[in-house]
């Protein structure tokens, strides 16, 4: 067996903790979880998604994202309603309350991303986004 120190999954782990300490944060400062916060990313790039394709998308178990969508929804920031051609699926939208909390979020994260991307240089960091893009497609190929 490998040494702990040489864990793959357990340095995945500390490398996204790392990552996640430098947002958390703004997203604590506003009240959203890092779940959350995927989720009005995702839908403010796709405008509206099924849960289905949105759980996807945020690498959210359904479960789980039934929960966030229920808290958001009350809160004003998502809206769901189900799908007029297949009421099994349910939609999910971003309201004005939830584009004007991620124009909120979003200019201070990406200070933090330029942040990180100057402590660990461009080339590393572009480096390690097309090598982290590289395993999660070799190990999905190899399901």
């Not at 947002?23 to 509206?48: C, H, K």
């Not at 051609?85 to 971003?94: A, C, F, G, I």
């Not at 991307?117 to 590393?124: C, L, N």
Request: proline share 4%; glycine share 4%.
């Amino acid at each position: 067996m490998r040494e702990l120190n040489q864990s793959l999954p357990l340095k995945l782990l500390k490398a996204r903790e790392a990552v996640m300490d430098e947002f958390r944060p703004v997203l604590n400062a506003n009240g959203v979880t890092e779940q959350q916060w995927r989720v009005i990313r995702a839908l403010v790039e796709a405008e509206a998604m099924d849960a289905g394709q949105l759980a996807r998308a945020v690498n959210l178990r359904m479960p789980s994202l039934s929960r966030i969508i229920r808290d958001l929804d009350e809160r004003g920031i998502i809206s769901k309603a189900r799908s007029p051609t297949d009421r099994r699926l349910v939609n999910v939208t971003l309201t004005d309350d939830g584009r004007a909390l991620f124009e909120a979020i979003a200019p201070r994260q990406e200070k933090r991303y330029k942040a990180i991307e100057e402590r660990v240089g461009p080339a590393f960091y572009r480096s390690l986004m097309a090598d982290l893009d590289k395993l999660i497609d070799s190990l999905r190929v190899a399901e």
